[in-house]
């Protein structure tokens, strides 16, 4: 790449720090915070709602266990996918 391009590619990415600044993170690979499906407490709670989900289908409706089964396939789906910390 020649000097040329490189600036441009600076003035490039600085118009779009000013004008957009999520977007010039998510290009710049730094993340913009959790998404609320992926945070520790909206994990917590499908589980846990499951797990009733699958108690209470048990002793009371078949129906609500197999809503809980989903629940809980939720919960491990989005367990599984979470946002890890960057290795240094």
Do not use: N
């Not at 600076?10 to 499906?37: C, K, S, Y």
């Not at 048990?58 to 960057?86: I, K, N």
Request: proline letters at 7%.
């Amino acid at each position: 790449m020649t000097r040329y391009e490189r600036r441009q590619l600076r003035r490039i990415e600085r118009w779009f720090e000013t004008t957009d600044p999520e977007l010039a993170a998510v290009l710049a690979g730094r993340t913009t915070g959790a998404r609320p499906a992926h945070r520790p407490s909206t994990r917590t709670c499908v589980a846990v709602l499951g797990i009733a989900f699958v108690v209470g289908g048990a002793l009371v409706q078949l129906s609500l266990a197999f809503a809980g089964c989903l629940l809980l396939m939720t919960a491990a789906c989005l367990h599984v996918t979470r946002p890890r910390p960057a290795k240094p």
